[in-house]
């Protein structure tokens, strides 16, 4: 099994920054894609950003220019810099990993139990 763990969430003003962060660990063999998503209260989960194993990285819209994600393969970490921080960016946050336990089994989607932000003055 894959374990998932956020951290970094809080409360942030407007215009503010928050790091997040996120560590996988378990019966990994190799990670394919690793990646943030957000659900707001009343709305379905959507897409902030993901990164592959190769660095490329893939944002919503909504965050281009102001969220940056990174990742640590030796580390399986991913973080995800936030700046300029809106009220529409308040949302739990959760880390997706597609990970496979070996080389002969297809990646699968494992997510963490998510991390709260919240922007407000």
């Known amino acids: 099994q894959v374990q998932v763990v956020e951290s970094g969430g809080g409360l942030v003003q407007p215009g503010g920054s928050l790091r997040l962060s996120c560590a996988a660990s378990?019966?990994?063999?190799?990670?394919?894609?690793m990646g943030w998503y957000r659900q707001a209260p009343g709305k379905q989960r959507e897409l902030v950003a993901t990164?592959?194993?190769?660095?490329?990285?893939t944002y919503a819209d909504s965050v281009k220019g102001r969220f940056t994600i990174s990742r640590d393969n030796a580390k399986n970490t991913v973080t995800l810099q936030m700046n300029s921080l809106k009220p529409d960016d308040t949302a739990v946050y959760f880390c997706r990993v597609d990970s496979r336990s070996r080389a002969t089994v297809p990646f699968i989607a494992t997510w963490g139990q998510g991390t709260l932000v919240t922007v407000s003055s």
């Open positions: 990164i592959t194993n190769g660095g490329s990285p």
């Open positions: 378990g019966s990994i063999f190799s990670i394919y894609a």
